[in-house]
């Protein structure tokens, strides 16, 4: 499972393999019902029309399982999501595409709860890091912090703009713990790099270099 959740796989089709349910008048999968498609799927929950629609499990051959709803075939509504290297997704489904609210549940113990759209973090959402419990508060855009937003450290937050994952523009440092605060700016930077490829024609990358512009103490009410 990439870190920006797009992998996804590909379920089989229900007029495979073998089936035992409930039918319909036209000999359709119509009701309840059990199916072991010739890949090593399974899935058992609602049918309707030959389609898997309602409450169902998936199970994938590798590992993977899908619980929840499902429309007219896709992942649809409420469902959780259990990928085979152990991230888990519980959310909201729209279209076979993680879709509105949810929480992912990364296989390093970092988390994300918030919006999602077409797979993607995308909206207001809460990145926590398992790790140093740092955290991520604010707006993202397809993956990437993207507007205003908060970076909360243990002693410390960066509070201020945020384009293409990196912090950018105006901000401000807050020291709660020495109650004073440092505002500035992220300007981008060119940074030369060595290139492998040409040496003699260096690799220009362009990072966020934070400038100081005033420091001030915290008011307190």
């Known amino acids: 499972m990439s870190d920006d959740g797009s992998e996804e796989f590909a379920e089989e089709g229900t007029n495979l393999g073998t089936y035992e349910g409930d039918k319909n008048e036209a000999e359709e999968r119509h009701g309840y ?5 010739p890949n090593g799927d399974t899935y058992e929950g609602e049918y309707q ?20 709803d499902y429309l007219k075939n896709k992942k649809h509504g409420q469902g ?35 919006e999602w759209n077409n797979h993607l973090r995308h909206g207001q959402g809460v990145y926590t890091y398992k790790d140093t419990g740092s955290k991520y508060i604010g707006a993202w855009k397809e993956g990437k912090r993207e507007g ?12 201020g703009g945020f384009a293409n994952d990196q912090p950018l523009g105006e901000g401000k440092y807050v020291f709660n713990h020495v109650g004073c605060e440092l505002k500035g700016e992220y300007i981008l930077q060119e940074v030369p790099q060595a290139n492998e490829e040409d040496e003699e024609e260096p690799l220009i990358i362009t990072v966020p270099r934070w400038r100081s512009k005033n420091i001030k103490p915290l008011v307190t009410v």
């Open 49 to 68: 029309y030959n389609l898997r629609h309602g409450k169902g499990t998936y199970r994938f051959k590798n590992g993977a399982r899908y619980v929840g």
């Open 33 to 37: 019902g059990k199916a072991v498609l």
């Open 80 to 114: 959780e999501f259990i990928y085979p290297d152990g991230s888990k997704y519980t959310g909201t489904w729209q279209d076979d595409l993680r879709n509105g609210q949810g929480t992912y549940y990364y296989v390093n113990g970092d988390t994300y709860e918030g």
């Open 148 to 159: 205003g937003g908060q970076w909360i450290h243990s002693n410390h937050k960066y509070v």
